[in-house]
T-cell receptor
């Protein structure tokens, strides 16, 4: 099994719909992250969390919310999806600030 | 907040030629620096990292990078490109104070036969 699992892998949704992307990890790490990837822009940080009681906004949090249900689970929600939220979304986890991040395979989201 | 800039969104080299991918960072405190590679339709995987030990860091697949504080750079090199090196490469930085990890815009490497 993968260390970081994202579901769904692909999703097409309509403008205005609410959608949730889920992430679970088996690394036992406290730190979890959500990024979105757009061509030419690299990965931009949406939200990050150090434990279930600690949620922090990243560079581009507007239009998104997150929930840390347990140490191993971190979900990203789009309350009312819009077309410019079409992107590839990655969840990541890591143990400490000077160690590598482990990434999921990504969720390709299309908002029509 | 800390940041990285990758110079060159696309780099093309011939097979067997030197690969040089540039990364400059901005940070008011000592940084930790990372290079990741992304193959098509996959997530990111770590190539190498700098965490304040040796300034010349060796990674997987023959890649290495040198941390130069005076130039605020962490460029990635490989002496001889292979076709399998074609991918997108990301430089990333994190610092102790805020624990997040910020990425550059990425450089797409093409390797010509």
């Amino acid at each position: 099994d993968a260390d970081v699992t994202q579901t769904p892998r692909n999703r097409i949704t309509k403008t205005g719909k609410r959608i949730m992307l889920e992430c679970s990890q088996t690394k036992g790490h406290d730190r979890m992250y959500w990024y979105r990837q757009d061509p030419g822009l690299g990965l931009r940080l949406i939200y990050y969390s150090f434990d279930v009681k600690d949620i922090n906004k990243g560079e581009i949090s507007d239009g998104y919310s997150v929930s840390r249900q347990a140490q191993a689970k971190f979900s990203l929600s789009l309350e009312s999806a819009i077309p410019n939220q079409t992107a590839l979304y990655f969840c990541a986890t890591r143990g400490t600030v000077n160690t590598e991040a482990f990434f999921g395979q990504g969720t390709r989201l299309t908002v029509v | 907040a800390q940041s990285v800039t990758q110079l060159g969104s696309h780099v093309s080299v011939s097979e067997g030629a030197l690969v040089l991918l540039r990364c400059n960072y901005s940070s008011s405190v000592p940084p930790y620096l990372f290079w990741y590679v992304q193959y098509p339709n996959q997530g990111l995987q770590l190539l190498l990292k700098y965490t304040s030990a040796a300034t010349l860091v060796k990674g997987i697949n023959g890649f290495e990078a040198e941390f130069k504080k005076s130039e605020t750079s962490f460029h990635l090199t490989k002496p001889s490109a292979h076709m399998s090196d074609a991918a997108e490469y990301f430089c990333a930085v994190s610092v102790e104070v805020n624990n997040d990890m910020r990425f550059g815009a990425g450089t797409r490497l093409t390797v010509k036969p």
